[in-house]
T-cell receptor
Framework: QQQVKQSPQSLIVQKGGISIINCAYE??????FPWYQQFPGKGPALLIAIRPDVSEKKEGRFTISFNKSAKQFSLHIMDSQPGDSATYFC????????????FGRGTQLTVWP | SQTIHQWPATLVQPVGSPLSLECTVEGTSNPNLYWYRQAAGRGLQLLFYSVGIGQISSEVPQNLSASRPQDRQFILSSKKLLLSDSGFYLC??????????FGPGTRLTVT
């Protein structure tokens, strides 16, 4: 059973546009929601993360929106750039489970110049 | 600062041969360590995790095993590789059971 569902599978955005990737989860015990960015042939890099006590977190052009009641969270990339073209993974975990991360299947983002 | 290393970066092995992938972490002590596998175009599957020397938990029963002989060393092994073992193997570490940081990965091709 997929603990975290991610959509869309692929996304094409024009340079300067907004990229939006959505994730949904079922387990209400999750208390940590990170996003990872992965370039081809590289390991995933932690991009931004949120805890359920806040509804939004912003770091530069990247924003996580969190809706606890809907059990959904999303990544917004403002002013998308060609260098943002990568695969993005959402994940969720419970700290009490020693950091066992449940990943979404990933979204391949392409930003056209 | 902390650094995580994996080697080799790429590996091509025949079916039935043994495997040993190594991961080491620098700049921290007693980290939680994780092995993931990523199949082409797929998400990340947790294989093993460890909270200390000699302490290994397996998530998926399979052809692989893991060991942690030293505090900051994590090894992934197999006695006989299968074609289905091909993939991108990633090691990760965390300190507080939340933020996980991944290594550069090992691309394994079993022929």
């Amino acid at each position: 059973q997929q603990q975290v569902k991610q959509s869309p599978q692929s996304l094409i955005v024009q340079k300067g546009g907004i990229s939006i990737i959505n994730c949904a989860y079922e387990n209400t015990a999750f208390d940590y929601f990170p996003w990872y960015q992965q370039f081809p042939g590289k390991g995933p890099a932690l991009l931004i993360a949120i805890r359920p006590d806040v509804s939004e977190k912003k770091e530069g052009r990247f924003t996580i929106s969190f809706n606890k009641s809907a059990k959904q969270f999303s990544l917004h990339i403002m002013d998308s750039q060609p260098g943002d073209s990568a695969t993005y993974f959402c994940a969720a975990s419970r700290g009490s489970t020693l950091g066992r991360l449940y990943f979404g299947r990933g979204t391949q983002l392409t930003v056209w110049p | 600062s902390q650094t995580i290393h994996q080697w080799p970066a790429t590996l091509v092995q025949p079916v039935g041969s043994p495997l040993s992938l190594e991961c080491t972490v620098e700049g921290t002590s007693n980290p939680n360590l994780y092995w993931y596998r990523q199949a082409a175009g797929r998400g990340l599957q947790l294989l093993f995790y460890s909270v200390g020397i000699g302490q290994i938990s397996s998530e998926v029963p399979q052809n692989l095993s893991a060991s942690r002989p030293q505090d900051r060393q994590f090894i992934l092994s197999s006695k006989k590789l299968l074609l289905s073992d091909s993939g991108f193997y990633l090691c990760a570490w965390s300190k507080d059971s939340y933020e996980q940081y991944f290594g550069p990965g090992t691309r394994l091709t079993v022929t």
